[in-house]
């Protein structure tokens, strides 16, 4: 997969160098590019923003400026390649988001900052039958789309084939098919700050530890995301699951 990341803070994006992302990066599984919005402003002093039009608070980003730079970026595209632009007034990225944008091709992910960029922008690559996602990944408010482009590509490199070293590792997790948080994890030793890991877990009896993880992943998604039991599937919830 290829992602371009365009921002007016290229060095904000350098975690992407480092640790699963950086490493999928060097084995050739993921190509990310990042680019600075401001090489394709026009005057000396690189202006990538003006004052809103109907007036209100802060600065609004210049759709020349983004038209000249994804324009560019998408130049070098195959047809297919989406626009995720981060938001907070987007749709929730969700894993099931993450998931679908695994499956493309080629990623450029458009960083605002300030109160945003001119909505033409949007609607001009939706015209030109570019995908346009605007997504938000909570409901805070950041001062730019980078930390949130750092989360989409973290989020979508590790679904990629190769990427995680153990692909069952992202069988049973939070956020999960299951719709479910992920149970509590224990490791040596045993016995810590006068703790005990659930002796359950030591019995090496497999269909009770199962049973014990998945009551533990159902009273915790109960207790602190019950958003998420309202939406489960009551079809695949067993009687032992309907008891608790
Ligand atoms: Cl994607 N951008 C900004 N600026 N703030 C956010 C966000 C995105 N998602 C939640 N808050």
């Known amino acids: 997969m290829r992602i371009d990341v365009v921002s007016i803070f290229p060095g904000y994006l350098a975690p992407l160098e480092l640790s699963l992302v950086g490493k999928a990066r060097t084995a050739g599984l993921l190509d990310v590019r990042v680019h ?36 560019d970026v998408l130049a070098g595209a195959a047809p297919s390649a989406r626009l995720v632009v981060p938001t907070p007034s987007g749709t929730t990225f969700t894993q099931r988001t993450a998931e679908a944008l695994a499956h493309e091709q080629h990623l450029v992910v458009a960083c605002g900052r300030y109160e945003g960029i001119d909505a033409r922008v949007a609607a001009h690559y939706r015209e030109r039958g570019v995908a346009v996602d605007e997504v938000s990944i909570g409901d805070y408010v950041l001062n730019g789309g980078e930390v949130a482009a750092l989360v989409v590509v973290e989020a979508v490199a590790r679904l990629l084939p190769g990427v995680v070293g153990n692909p069952e590792s992202l069988v049973e997790e939070s956020h999960g098919a299951a719709g479910l948080l992920e149970y509590p994890v224990y490791t040596k030793p045993p016995r810590w700050a006068g703790l005990e890991v659930p002796e359950v877990l030591l019995s090496g009896h497999h269909a009770r530890i199962a049973r014990w993880r998945r009551d533990e992943a159902l009273t915790r998604t109960a207790e602190r995301r019950p958003d998420l039991v309202v939406a489960l599937d009551v079809a695949g919830l067993d009687t032992h699951d309907l008891a608790l």
């Open 36 to 71: 600075d919005l401001r090489d394709w402003a026009s005057d000396k002093h690189r202006t990538v923003d003006d004052t809103p039009f109907g007036g209100g608070a802060g600065m609004v980003m210049r759709p020349d400026v983004w038209g000249a730079a994804l324009d």
